[in-house]
């Protein structure tokens, strides 16, 4: 099993439809949970941080964070053709190094 | 907006060549980290740093070297390049504390 999986896709939704990705993480202790979009030959861009449990808001995207059950998951609402890229689920590892463990990507496909 | 700077952007070499990879960032980070990723593939880490004279090799092993003589400066070196090295080179940075890393833009090699 690995350490962050992600369904690898690719996720099909029409143009402002709500996109949905989830992403399942097999470390208790992590403390810090990213959401990075990376587009064809780009570097990844930090999208979205979430540290506690609930939900976190930030224009057309919510993070959903759930320990107890170590699930991770981004919203992308009013989906857009733009928004169609890979997206990476990162999860801090248990010790205080910075290093992230990196879920395989999600790729997203917005159709107009 | 993170100030995290690669160069070259693409290379193109033959074999046998010795190539460094140049990372920098100005936001004074202790941790910098260096991913390969070959394209439609996930990230891999080959090397990270904690700080000044601070190296360690990461997930994945790699023929590349690093050093961190100066806080700002993280480069790759290769000393004898190959067609199996041919891939995206990526370097992140973070504070401390539970930050997300950011990313360069990347340098694309390829190997002739």
């Known amino acids: 099993q690995k350490e962050v999986e992600q369904n690898s896709g690719p996720l099909s939704v029409p143009e402002g439809a709500i996109a949905s990705l989830n992403c399942t993480y097999s470390d208790r202790v992590s403390q810090s949970f990213f959401w990075y979009r990376q587009y064809s030959g780009k570097s990844p861009e930090l999208i979205m941080s979430i540290y506690s449990n609930g939900d976190k808001e930030d224009g057309r995207f919510t993070a959903q964070l759930n320990k107890a059950s170590q699930y991770v998951s981004l919203l992308i609402r009013d989906s857009q053709p733009s928004d169609s890229a890979t997206y990476l689920c990162?999860?801090?590892?248990?010790?205080?190094?910075?290093?992230?463990?990196f879920g395989q990507g999600t790729t997203l496909q917005v159709k107009p | 907006e993170a100030d995290i700077y690669q160069t070259p952007r693409y290379l193109v070499i033959g074999t046998g060549k010795k190539i460094t990879l140049e990372c920098s960032q100005t936001?004074?980070?202790?941790?910098m980290y260096w991913y390969q990723q070959d394209p439609g593939m996930e990230l891999h880490l080959i090397h990270y740093?904690?700080?000044?004279?601070?190296?360690e090799k990461g997930d994945l092993s790699s023929e590349s070297t690093v050093s961190r003589i100066r806080t700002e400066h993280f480069p790759l070196t290769l000393e004898s390049a190959r067609p199996s090295h041919t891939s995206q080179y990526l370097c992140?940075?973070?504070?401390?504390?539970?930050?997300?890393?950011?990313f360069g833009d990347g340098t694309r090699l390829s190997i002739l």
């Open positions: 740093s904690y700080g000044v004279n601070s190296t």
């Open positions: 936001m004074g980070h202790d941790k």
């Open positions: 992140a940075s973070t504070g401390n504390g539970n930050q997300p890393q950011h």
């Open positions: 990162a999860v801090s590892g248990s010790s205080n190094t910075g290093k992230l463990i």
